[in-house]
C-alpha cells in the first residue's frame, strides 16, 4: 500500500478581520495573522474577499500579495466585480463560493448546475489570467460532475454538514454525510480534479478527514482562530497539524 501523500493546511484568516472590524482600526491585523500561521505549519493563506466588505478588504488582499511567502487561496463570488479584482491582483488561487448578504457565513456549497453559464465564464476567465480555480460544493454527485465540466482544476467539498451533525450527535445524519463526502472525493479524483475540504473542521473532524487520501488539502479558519484565543495562532496552527498528520499516517 501506498504511503500517504502530504496533507496541506491552508488557514483562512478571515475572521481575524472580523474582529478588527468590530472595533475598527488596525488589530488585530489579519496581515501578521498570516505570518503567524505560515510560521507555524501552514501551507497556504486563505481569505474571503466578499462583496460588502465585512471582514477582508481589498487592501488586505494587496498586502497579503506583496508579504506572505506561500500561496494564497482568494475565497470570491463569481460575480464581475470579483472575478475583475482576481484578474487584476493574481492570486495563486481562487476558490469561488455561494455568497447572500445575510449570512452569517457560507452556508451552503455553490450550486454549479443551476449557475453553470455564470460559473463557467468565471472559471475561464480566472483560467485564462493563470489562476488556479477551485468550485465550493457539496458532495453531491451531480454537482461533482458539473464542476469537472466547468474546466475548473479543483473542487473543494464543503463538509458544514458532516461536522455540525457529529457536534449534534446526529449519529445517522452524520454517518450519511461522511459517505457523500468518501464518495464524493472519490468521483471528484476519477474526473481529474482535485480535492480539497474545509468548512466546520476541528482537530477532530480534520484528523478523520484526513485518512481520505484522495483529498489533499484542507481550508480551516474559524476553530483555529476561536482556539487562538487560549493557546494562541500558531499554537492552534501546529496543534492541527499534528491532528492531520496523524489521521494522515504521515512520518514526522
Not at 472575478?83 to 463560493?97: D, E, L, N
Not at 480534520?206 to 484565543?229: R, Y
Amino acid at each position: 500500500m501506498a504511503e500517504p501523500s502530504y496533507l496541506r493546511l491552508g488557514v483562512n484568516i478571515d475572521h481575524v478581520a472580523t474582529l478588527r472590524n468590530a472595533r475598527g482600526g488596525v488589530h488585530p491585523d489579519p496581515v501578521d495573522a498570516a505570518a503567524i500561521a505560515i510560521a507555524a505549519g501552514a501551507d497556504g493563506i486563505t481569505a474571503h474577499l466578499r462583496e460588502d466588505r465585512r471582514h477582508i478588504r481589498d487592501e488586505d488582499v494587496a498586502r497579503l500579495m506583496r508579504s506572505i511567502t506561500v500561496p494564497l487561496n482568494l475565497e470570491i463570488a463569481a460575480t464581475a466585480e470579483m472575478v475583475a479584482i482576481a484578474r487584476a491582483t493574481r492570486p495563486h488561487a481562487c476558490c469561488v463560493v455561494p455568497e447572500r448578504r445575510q449570512e452569517r457565513t457560507t452556508e451552503g456549497g455553490l450550486d454549479v448546475i443551476a449557475n453553470r453559464a455564470v460559473v463557467t465564464a468565471a472559471v475561464r476567465d480566472l483560467t485564462q489570467a493563470g489562476i488556479r480555480v477551485s468550485l465550493f460544493v457539496a458532495a453531491a454527485p451531480a454537482q461533482i460532475e458539473a464542476a469537472a465540466e466547468s474546466g475548473a482544476a479543483v473542487v473543494e467539498l464543503h463538509t458544514g454538514a458532516w461536522c455540525d451533525a457529529l457536534a449534534g450527535g446526529q449519529r445517522e445524519r452524520a454517518a450519511a454525510e461522511w459517505s457523500l463526502i468518501v464518495a464524493g472525493a472519490a468521483l471528484a479524483r476519477q474526473r481529474g480534479l482535485e480535492v480539497h475540504a474545509g468548512h466546520g473542521l476541528d482537530y477532530r473532524t480534520a484528523g478523520a478527514i484526513a485518512a481520505l487520501a484522495e483529498i489533499v488539502e484542507l481550508n480551516i479558519g474559524h476553530f483555529l482562530v476561536g482556539e487562538a484565543l487560549a493557546e494562541g495562532l500558531g499554537g492552534s496552527v501546529r496543534k492541527m497539524r499534528a491532528a492531520m498528520a496523524a489521521g494522515r499516517g504521515e512520518v514526522r
